[in-house]
């Protein structure tokens, strides 16, 4: 074999060299992650507004006992 790849055929029907190539997968790439880091923001900004509405969904905090933890103990106690 002595570089017999074929290279990637462009719109225009001119092969890409290997440097198009990585310009547009870094290109892309780099979308990807903006949209990305937007999203986890957007989700973290919304944790942060509203903390009194995650209180006891059991997200494993030690906020308090879970829900039902001692009911057996008082319906006892009477």
Do not use: I, N, W, Y
Request: aromatic letters at 0%; charged letters at 20%; hydrophobic letters at 35%.
């Amino acid at each position: 074999m002595s570089g017999e790849s074929v290279p990637q055929q462009g719109g225009s029907g001119q092969p890409k060299g290997l440097l198009q190539q990585m310009e547009e997968l870094m290109a892309a790439l780099d979308a990807d992650l903006s949209a990305l880091d937007a999203d986890l923001r957007d989700a973290s900004a919304d944790r942060a507004a509203a903390p009194a509405d995650r209180a006891g969904t059991g997200t494993g905090t030690s906020e308090g006992p879970a829900p039902g933890a001692g009911a057996s103990q008082v319906a006892g106690a009477g």
